[in-house]
């Protein structure tokens, strides 16, 4: 298959896929045919299987990038960050009002939890046609088969695991629809996850450790399989799984400078592993999975068209997100009363295209932004090097003040002499920000929004942080710190002694280590499952699956350490911060619901519609 085919190929079966599953009608989870770029005609040998596991990669990749992308939603649902555009109704701000199942569930400017449920669809159809489809392909060897079928069981389960953290119960085909069906049926979170372990533990016999950076390996498999380990309470299997990984002698922690920049004296490895270039870098040992994008490629072209563009602008768009949006109107001024700041590209101080025109859709919390940082040395925290960033890092820059008021070129300040604010919102336009994380060279968007960039999904770091989790649930507490010791001492951080550890604490390191890499919400529910179900106490609380919806960790958490949901702080437009323990879980899109007339799928408790709901399945059903 030509260079040109598979293009053609990738680009019908993800925007087929995507539109099938995006329509009200009832065929929701039933495919449209694919003409000449069909299942029957391209998914008979290695090329054609391989075309059809990038477009897995191609639908799994869209979650980090694009102007509101979907990872912000995962942050949101966290205690690490919240909406800071306050100057519209309808953002995630108060979830009881905004997240109900018949909402705009898949709006950059609100949520995209609707995308989560159609997309991870998505990628579970495209997923089950290559599994149905390998058996008939005679064209390829046995030894081939296994690992395109451990591969494609890679993304099935990733999308699983991501359903089942974010819905709870959901419906589970595991087998190509080849007609309309309307009759799903939602079945037990524990049961789905028990397959996907099986699936992944045949992965991980055949699929290789090297691949090609972007390609799944086996590495990648043994990763997921830690996480969905730890979600079934199997603590051992947990262990032995990362351990797996750890010990392989493929992946190591990069510790030592490499790549772009490594010659420049100010930065560090912190710096080093998130520049675009370094993330598929050859000697990068550290990433286990990643996605691509690379401004003038084919994936490129086909990411933005597939996003909505023309083929041109796009990329992730995180400066846009994560930055404060110090010049979004005129309310930062300077001790004089002058309008300090413009978004304008080009001036002099020229602060736009230097750390991007933020918006504050993302923005940190005091949890994340002073809270977990626990060492002065941390290099992932550390402002001399610029790998995090301060509003008073940044300079007057407004041309009209230039001969008129003696502020501009020099820092901003939150007050004036007499502790009047300067700024007058600090919401969306005073905080702080990891730069090293969100920096990524614009070269199609001015003022720059964040380009193209390769980017983690899994990392050696993280297989660290989730065997240290194991250890802890088990007790053994020498041993989690042993593993977050490896993460905290790379970045220059004093050892934890054994009798510092907690999940809290290995919650904080995630934080630290993970911030846009890992779905924070998906953890914490995770991690909200293990409390329940084990009953072990959290700051003397104890917790069951039966009062799931009603009391649970990850709600818990989040009022404890997100300082807006903890206070109902009030935006300047008037909306309150507000959650409940019933966003433990997201609504099912009550369009998905009304699609299916004749199954039966439930909608999670509190919101409208779970009055009607019956026990989920314990077995699944095709």
Same mark, same amino acid.
């Given at each position: 298959?030509?260079?040109?085919?598979?293009?053609?190929?990738?680009?019908?079966?993800?925007?087929?896929?995507?539109?099938?599953?995006?329509?009200?009608?009832?065929?929701?989870?039933?495919?449209?045919? !694919?003409?000449?770029?069909?299942?029957?005609?391209?998914?008979?040998?290695?090329?054609?299987?391989?075309? $059809?596991?990038?477009?897995?990669?191609?639908?799994?990749?869209?979650?980090?990038?694009?102007?509101?992308?979907?990872?912000?939603?995962?942050?949101?649902?966290?205690?690490?960050?919240?909406?800071?555009?306050?100057?519209?109704?309808?953002?995630?701000?108060n979830?009881?009002?905004?997240?109900?199942?018949?909402?705009?569930?898949?709006?950059?400017?609100?949520?995209?939890?609707?995308?989560?449920?159609?997309?991870?669809?998505?990628?579970?159809?495209?997923?089950?046609?290559?599994?149905?489809?390998?058996?008939?392909?005679?064209?390829?060897?046995?030894?081939?088969?296994?690992?395109? %079928?451990?591969?494609?069981?890679?993304?099935?389960?990733?999308?699983?695991?991501? !359903?089942?953290?974010?819905?709870?119960?959901?419906?589970?085909?595991?087998?190509?629809?080849?007609?309309?069906?309307?009759?799903?049926?939602?079945? &037990?979170? +524990?049961?789905?996850?028990?397959?996907?372990?099986?699936?992944?533990?045949?992965?991980?016999?055949?699929?290789?450790?090297?691949?090609? &950076?972007?390609?799944?390996?086996?590495?990648?498999?043994?990763h997921?399989?830690?996480?969905?380990?730890?979600?079934?309470? %199997?603590?051992?299997?947990?262990?032995?799984?990362?351990?797996?990984?750890?010990?392989?002698?493929?992946?190591?922690?990069?510790?030592?400078?490499?790549?772009?920049?490594?010659?420049?004296?100010?930065k560090?490895v912190?710096?080093?592993?998130?520049?675009?270039?370094?993330?598929?870098?050859?000697?990068?040992?550290?990433?286990?999975?990643?996605?691509?994008?690379?401004?003038?490629?084919?994936?490129?072209?086909?990411?933005?068209?597939?996003?909505?563009?023309?083929?041109?602008?796009?990329?992730?768009?995180?400066?846009?997100?994560?930055?404060?949006?110090?010049?979004?109107?005129?309310?930062?001024?300077?001790?004089?009363?002058?309008?300090?700041?413009?978004?304008?590209?080009?001036?002099?101080?020229?602060?736009?295209?230097?750390?991007?025109?933020?918006?504050g859709?993302?923005?940190?919390?005091?949890?994340?932004?002073?809270?977990?940082?626990?060492?002065?040395?941390?290099?992932?925290?550390?402002?001399?090097?610029?790998?995090?960033?301060?509003?008073?890092?940044?300079?007057?820059?407004?041309?009209?003040?230039k001969?008129?008021?003696?502020?501009?070129?020099?820092?901003?300040?939150?007050?004036?002499?007499?502790?009047? !604010?300067?700024?007058?919102?600090?919401?969306?336009?005073?905080?702080?920000?990891?730069?090293?994380?969100?920096?990524?060279?614009?070269? /199609?968007?001015?003022?720059?929004?964040?380009?193209?960039?390769?980017?983690?999904?899994?990392? !050696?770091?993280?297989?660290?942080?989730?065997?240290? +989790?194991?250890?802890?649930?088990?007790?053994?507490?020498?041993?989690?710190?042993?593993?977050?010791? $490896?993460?905290?001492?790379?970045?220059?951080?004093?050892?934890?002694?054994?009798?510092?550890?907690?999940?809290?604490?290995? %919650?904080? /390191?995630?934080?630290?280590?993970?911030?846009?890499?890992?779905?924070r919400?998906?953890?914490?529910?995770?991690?909200?499952?293990?409390? $329940?179900?084990?009953?072990?106490?959290?700051?003397g609380?104890?917790?069951?699956?039966?009062?799931?919806?009603t009391?649970?960790?990850?709600?818990?958490?989040?009022?404890?350490?997100?300082?807006?949901?903890?206070?109902?702080?009030?935006?300047?437009?008037?909306?309150?911060?507000?959650?409940?323990q019933?966003?433990?879980?997201?609504?099912?899109?009550?369009?998905?619901? %009304?699609?299916?007339?004749?199954?039966?799928?439930?909608?999670n408790?509190?919101?409208?519609?779970?009055?009607?709901?019956?026990?989920?399945?314990?077995?699944i059903?095709?």
């Amino acid at each position: 298959m030509n260079k040109i085919f598979k293009l053609a190929f990738l680009l019908s079966f993800v925007v087929i896929s995507t539109m099938t599953l995006n329509s009200c009608k009832k065929d929701w989870l039933a495919p449209k045919p !694919l003409s000449i770029y069909s299942p029957e005609n391209t998914l008979v040998d290695v090329a054609g299987f391989n075309a $059809a596991l990038a477009a897995c990669n191609r639908n799994l990749r869209t979650e980090w990038y694009g102007d509101g992308a979907p990872m912000i939603t995962e942050q949101l649902f966290s205690e690490v960050s919240v909406d800071g555009t306050d100057d519209k109704a309808g953002p995630a701000q108060n979830l009881d009002l905004q997240i109900t199942p018949d909402a705009n569930l898949n709006s950059a400017d609100f949520n995209r939890i609707g995308w989560y449920w159609n997309q991870e669809y998505v990628g579970v159809r495209m997923a089950n046609t290559i599994i149905s489809r390998l058996p008939t392909a005679t064209a390829i060897a046995d030894a081939d088969k296994n690992i395109l %079928l451990g591969k494609a069981y890679f993304y099935r389960a990733y999308d699983y695991y991501r !359903l089942t953290h974010q819905f709870g119960d959901v419906p589970c085909p595991t087998k190509e629809v080849t007609s309309a069906k309307v009759d799903f049926t939602t079945v &037990k979170r +524990e049961v789905i996850l028990t397959q996907m372990k099986a699936d992944l533990e045949f992965a991980v016999k055949y699929v290789p450790f090297v691949a090609d &950076k972007g390609d799944v390996n086996r590495g990648a498999c043994y990763h997921l399989l830690t996480k969905i380990n730890l979600a079934l309470g %199997l603590f051992d299997d947990a262990i032995a799984s990362a351990t797996a990984v750890i010990n392989a002698g493929t992946f190591k922690l990069m510790t030592a400078r490499f790549g772009v920049d490594a010659g420049v004296a100010t930065k560090n490895v912190t710096w080093d592993l998130h520049r675009p270039d370094n993330k598929s870098a050859g000697a990068n040992t550290e990433t286990l999975f990643l996605v691509t994008d690379r401004l003038g490629t084919a994936s490129a072209f086909l990411s933005s068209m597939l996003d909505g563009g023309s083929g041109g602008t796009g990329g992730m768009r995180i400066m846009r997100q994560v930055a404060p949006g110090v010049s979004v109107g005129t309310t930062i001024f300077t001790p004089a009363g002058g309008t300090g700041m413009t978004a304008s590209a080009g001036v002099e101080i020229d602060i736009m295209n230097i750390y991007g025109r933020g918006i504050g859709r993302a923005r940190n919390t005091a949890y994340s932004s002073y809270g977990i940082w626990d060492d002065i040395n941390d290099l992932r925290h550390d402002s001399l090097s610029g790998n995090w960033l301060y509003p008073e890092n940044l300079r007057y820059n407004n041309p009209a003040l230039k001969g008129k008021d003696t502020a501009y070129g020099l820092r901003l300040r939150l007050k004036g002499p007499t502790g009047t !604010l300067l700024c007058d919102d600090t919401l969306r336009r005073w905080y702080p920000w990891p730069h090293y994380k969100v920096y990524i060279p614009d070269t /199609e968007n001015v003022p720059m929004q964040g380009g193209h960039s390769d980017w983690y999904v899994f990392r !050696l770091a993280e297989t660290y942080l989730l065997r240290a +989790e194991a250890y802890m649930w088990k007790g053994d507490a020498a041993n989690a710190a042993a593993d977050v010791n $490896a993460v905290r001492t790379r970045a220059k951080c004093a050892p934890y002694t054994a009798a510092q550890m907690s999940i809290a604490t290995i %919650l904080d /390191e995630r934080a630290r280590e993970l911030y846009w890499e890992e779905p924070r919400k998906t953890e914490l529910t995770r991690i909200a499952y293990i409390f $329940a179900k084990t009953g072990q106490p959290y700051n003397g609380k104890t917790y069951t699956l039966a009062n799931f919806s009603t009391s649970n960790f990850m709600v818990d958490r989040i009022l404890e350490k997100n300082n807006f949901y903890k206070s109902n702080f009030v935006t300047v437009h008037g909306d309150q911060f507000r959650i409940s323990q019933y966003h433990v879980l997201w609504p099912v899109p009550q369009s998905a619901i %009304l699609a299916n007339p004749d199954g039966h799928m439930n909608q999670n408790l509190g919101y409208s519609g779970s009055a009607g709901n019956v026990a989920a399945s314990d077995k699944i059903i095709d």
